[in-house]
């Protein structure tokens, strides 16, 4: 688990506020839920012989022996949310989002904490795969707005219960053959969770399965149709993708729709987005029968794929530079009345020179310095340097708050250093 501190915060908070502002363009609405649930939804959702349930999840037991556990994922709490809220009666379509921290005891490495956070969306009540196309037109709309650039689309179908059956058993039987050849927690897989041998990132595996079944080859007529729609919609949009039949989630839920954003940069681990449609996630759950879409971005890969465009912090629009008891007391109420009209305002707290103070004001960027001593207070007028390009003039005293706010909101003060 790490720390974020500023010098980076402001890379995730930039990320964070593209986030609301392209989801919401597109009528998604923010939910926020606890980050702890009791353990039996993620049994429930997840599937009992994921990875996550039977290794990862940050489970406990509270002073009345429930069983709860430390949210390894968004999808399973928002549904459940929507379920005890019954938020379908409000709108047949739900579009939400939500942002925030995950738990799971997994190996650290690059990318990848036991503490780490997705930014996600869901969209429930439409089963058409024009919403699909829709959710990743707008994934993508988001890559280009955070100028994430190195990014590619893959898209898989993962069938339907009418379908997948029968590919699972074909595959099983292609397994089976293999067994030898594959790693322990594959040979573990192959009959609790056999898709999942295909997402195997150990060498040996990948080899082994290089011409395993493709579940595209087994859709029914019904995934087949819609999977060929989502591609007609992709195109129509002008959204570059491959599809990628090797392609499957760690979750049991998932059918029909699967996606990734893909990168080249950051070694095995290279999706920096995912997701698909859960079509009886809801109604397993003990909700309505709907269908439902979404996907989920990992904050601390988005971050790693910014790399050096890291967001530097705002500088100050002003810096109030005083020099004795009277003048410091009279900069600590104008920065006051400054921040209140909106304006960045700093000062130093500790009587230093006024050399030190220019040199405080110069290393924070400050855009102005404001110069106040005794000869200023006893004239009336202040002195205004202008960072940028060295000049100084003298200003008024009198209705200094606002002379200052209308001189820093007009000017290039608003930038960051």
């Not at 409000?90 to 939500?98: A, F, I, M, T």
């Not at 295909?198 to 493709?214: G, I, R």
């Not at 007028?381 to 940028?388: E, G, T, V, Y």
């Amino acid at each position: 688990m790490n720390d974020i501190l500023p010098g980076e915060v402001e890379t995730w908070q930039f990320l964070e506020s593209e986030a609301h502002r392209i989801f919401q363009l597109y009528g998604f609405a923010e939910v926020r839920v606890p980050v702890v649930e009791k353990t039996e939804l993620f049994c429930r959702s997840i599937g009992e012989t994921t990875d996550i349930v039977e290794k990862e999840m940050y489970t406990f037991s509270d002073r009345s022996d429930n069983s709860l556990t430390l949210r390894p994922e968004g999808t399973a709490p928002v549904m459940r949310a929507f379920i005890e809220h019954k938020l379908h009666t409000l709108d047949p379509l739900s579009r939400l989002y939500y942002m925030g921290p995950m738990f799971r005891y997994e190996r650290p490495q690059k990318g990848r904490y036991r503490q780490f956070h997705q930014i996600g969306v869901e969209a429930i009540g439409v089963d058409d795969p024009m919403m699909d196309a829709q959710i990743l037109a707008m994934l993508d709309h988001y890559f280009e707005a955070v100028d994430i650039r190195n990014v590619e689309l893959h898209i898989n179908s993962l069938g339907c219960k009418q379908c997948r059956p029968r590919y699972r058993e074909t595959l099983t039987g292609y397994l089976e053959s293999r067994l030898r050849s594959l790693c322990a927690d594959c040979q573990r897989r192959y009959l609790t969770n056999p898709l999942r041998v295909l997402d195997c990132k150990v060498p040996a595996c990948q080899e082994a399965t290089v011409d395993a079944p493709s579940v595209l080859d087994l859709l029914c007529d019904d995934c087949d149709t819609h999977f060929r729609q989502l591609q007609a919609h992709l195109h129509k949009l002008g959204i570059v993708f491959t599809i990628n039949a090797r392609m499957v989630r760690g979750l049991d839920y998932y059918t029909k729709t699967t996606f990734e954003m893909v990168t080249n940069q950051l070694g095995s681990q290279n999706a920096v987005a995912a997701g698909g449609r859960y079509d009886g996630l809801i109604q397993d759950l003990g909700g309505p029968a709907l269908p439902g879409i979404g996907f989920a971005m990992g904050v601390e890969r988005l971050v790693l794929m910014k790399g050096d465009q890291r967001i530097a912090p705002p500088r100050p629009q002003v810096f109030l530079a005083a020099l004795g008891d009277a003048a410091t007391d009279e900069a600590f109420a104008l920065m006051t009345r400054l921040q209140r009209l909106g304006l960045r305002a700093e000062m130093a707290f500790a009587g230093k020179s006024l050399k030190a103070q220019m040199r405080r004001a110069g290393k924070l960027g400050a855009r102005f310095v404001l110069i106040l001593g005794d000869e200023e207070l006893a004239s009336g007028q202040a002195q205004l340097r202008d960072m940028d390009d060295g000049s100084q003039t003298p200003i008024a005293l009198e209705g200094i708050g606002q002379a200052l706010a209308a001189r820093c909101l007009a000017g290039p003060a608003t930038g960051s250093r």
